[in-house]
């Protein structure tokens, strides 16, 4: 599978993207220089110099700070649909995508102006790639249960515009039952819940997920190989879990793509699928994670199109629009 039209040629579905991890180095200066809004670096080369993570919240870190120069509606548009792009070049046929309304709001950017711009960017997407989708919003973590609420309540008047809920941000320290009572509510509002889990954290938390938040797709989850008794409930139920490859060697979840355990979960018949997290900061989109599984684990061709065909029973499209995907 080396330089692989069977990759490119491959149809994917995207469900695990932060829309702000998308944001390009060079699109965050042109940004920063429209909105006036400073930089604590210098150019672009030492902004790239600087993607050097050695866990979780050091991305986190640049990542908010990278994100402050989205202010205007425009913006939201421009930086989603760069996005797009990607997906139409990389066979992606449908997009299931975080936005971090806290992110944003905290800093004065309206509710309104966050959502406008990606969403008039996912319909032009539509419109111009064929490419369908979901807009999931999701809670930060490391804040409290009480701001997720409140988060929620200046939500209320755009829910019809979103599909679900998701939860991210730094893991260790923030266990999903610290939002058990917001999502219960989430889910009394009609709304499909998923939630970070086992990342970082450890694979009691993708249980927690599971028996607190009721999630129907858990993010990332690749801890749950620690836990023999998890891995058959979830060979059994195939309650899916969306797998980032090289977020986790970036993030140093595993050392090396060489360790992954993606295609050992894959052949233990769970529903694992195949995801870019952050591709701006990460070194990919979904071609390039497809192609380090096929160069570093040795992925065949049936297993790339088996993770692909999980992401189409993963999502939350309807059964007409699954069947016309497969
Ligand atoms: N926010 C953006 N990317 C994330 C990740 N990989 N884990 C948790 N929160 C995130
Ligand atoms: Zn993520």
Redesign the pocket.
Known sequence: LAASNFIADLPKLEL?L?I??TLEPELMFELAGRNGVPLPWPDVASLRAAYDFDC?QS??DL?YRGASVLVTEQDFFDLTWAYLEHCATDKVRHVEI?F?PQTHTARGIPFATVLGGIERALQAGEETFGISWRLVM?F??HLSEEEAFATLREAEPFLSRIHGIGL????KGNPPGKFARVYAHCRELGLPVVA?AG??GPAEYIWQAIRELEVCRI??GVRAADDPELLRYLADTRLPLTV?PL?NTR?KVFDQMAHHNVLRLLEQGLCVTINS??PA?FGGYMNANFQALADELGATASQLGRLSLNAVEASWLSLADKARLT
């Open positions: 695990h932060h702000e991890g979780l991305f986190l990542y975080f971090d999701s930060l973590r991210d941000s730094g893991e970070h990342e970082e993010d990332h980032c977020s993030l997290d952050d900061y």
